[in-house]
């Protein structure tokens, strides 16, 4: 049985929200997000990214730079710009991108959920990211990006959320990049209860997107009970900020991969190579865009391509069987000998937001190869999941993006 209890948030005044919430501080590159912050002065960026505030050449993981996060985060607290809401409530978020909308309640889940598998993981996490943002949630005492969890639908909670939904809301804006936000609040007690109640009842919530954020709101929440021997598990640092959608409003983007080389073969012979396992059909210079499930596209020398795979290689196991393992076990590996995509320099990865025409763009520029995928479904993402299994590194890409800065979670 999950937990998911509202909590009283910190969050921006509502004229400033649209200028404070920026996208997750992992989307950006350093210079990128130094640009984000000179374009934008109360971007949430300037504290989720700390480093934006010093010296290019500066140690971005020096303990400085999250003290000056918190510092700064205090200073726009004392200026006005976040308020403290006063009192423990849900809120009603939703994002529209290109004309369809998700809409997720927001809370704080359990870190025993997530130790005891009620909150269930698809992906591997690596210890030098985690420790970037448990310095970060722990110098700051705060969670300041939100976990993106995913439920299967609940028609009473749907029906909650519709009604709160014919409020006026707290926030309600565009984007730059065009996504529409829109914030409610959930502050009737007895609306309060029934959606944690109708929690209760579900046994099963997916990280979709922030594993590493969960892994270090977790190692920083037991780091914090070592601290209070006497913790009575009531207290905020046994929570982390979340989220949660149910599962048919989510929509998983494809996310397709670029390659530098040919491993040594030539054109002819790389095609002659991957035979073995696909079937292997020429499409012309027009993208190729998969439209179901164990075929790819691939871009080589001006041309695309179709590969379907073969059913000898097809499986039934949940992490076999995905597109994204038939694509590494049966060609990057055993044809380009690409076996770690994690370290490897010859590959690299392209979400599918960008479209087909970025990834002729990168073969024409600096790769060889391409291939368009496609997508993961969150019905493979639950089913990996529930089998305690991990997805392979970059299986899925989620959009729209949650916005950082809307919710904060204090400690403290």
């Known amino acids: 049985m999950a937990t998911i209890r509202p909590f009283d948030s910190l969050r921006p005044r509502a004229d400033v929200a649209n200028k404070v919430a920026a996208l997750p501080y992992d989307v950006y590159n350093r210079r990128e997000a130094l640009e984000e912050v000179l374009k934008e002065p109360l971007s949430f960026l300037k504290i989720d990214r700390a480093e934006t505030q010093f010296d290019m050449d500066f140690n971005p993981y020096d303990v400085m730079v999250y003290e000056k996060a918190r510092d700064t985060l205090q200073d726009m607290i004392e200026e006005g710009i976040f308020i403290k809401e006063g009192q423990n409530c849900y809120y009603v978020y939703e994002l529209t991108m290109d004309g369809r909308s998700q809409t997720g309640i927001v809370g704080c889940a359990a870190i025993d959920d997530y130790l005891d598998n009620v909150i269930k993981k698809h992906e591997k996490t690596r210890e030098d990211k985690e420790v970037d943002r448990i310095n970060h949630v722990d110098v700051c005492d705060a969670q300041t990006g939100p976990i993106f969890l ?7 909670i749907n029906e909650l959320v519709n009604k709160v939904k014919n409020n006026t809301p707290l926030y309600g804006f565009v984007a730059p990049d065009g996504v529409r936000h829109y914030v409610w609040k959930i502050d009737n007690p007895s609306d309060v209860e029934a959606i944690y109640n109708e929690f209760k009842k579900i046994n099963s919530i997916y990280i979709a997107d922030g594993h590493h954020r969960t892994a270090s709101a977790v190692k920083v929440g037991l780091k914090r009970r070592a601290e209070h021997p006497g913790y009575t598990g009531e207290e ?3 929570f982390f900020l979340s989220v949660l959608f149910p599962h048919d409003q989510l929509m998983i983007l494809d996310y397709n991969r670029v390659v530098k080389d040919l491993n040594g073969y030539g054109k002819e012979e790389f095609l002659t ?8 059909e020429e499409m012309g210079a027009e993208p190729y865009k998969p439209i179901e499930k164990a075929t790819f596209g691939m871009y080589l020398e001006g041309a695309w391509y179709k590969l379907t795979a073969k059913n000898e290689i097809r499986s039934t196991d949940p992490v076999y ?5 038939l694509l590494q076990n049966h060609l990057l590996t055993s044809v380009l000998d690409i076996k770690d ?3 490897d320099k010859r590959i690299d990865f392209v979400g599918g937001i960008r479209g087909l025409k970025e990834l002729e763009k990168r073969v024409d520029s600096d790769m060889k190869l391409a291939f368009s995928m496609f997508p993961t479904s969150i019905n493979e993402l639950f089913e990996v999941s529930d089998a305690g299994q991990l997805m392979p590194p970059k299986s899925t890409w989620f959009e729209p993006k949650l916005r950082s800065g809307l919710f904060i979670h204090q400690l403290s």
């Open 150 to 156: 995913a439920y299967r639908s609940q028609k009473i």
């Open 236 to 238: 905020e640092f046994n």
């Open 273 to 280: 190579k991957i035979s073995k396992d696909f079937l292997v």
């Open 321 to 325: 069987g995905l597109d994204v393992s």
């Open 341 to 343: 995509i994690r370290t």
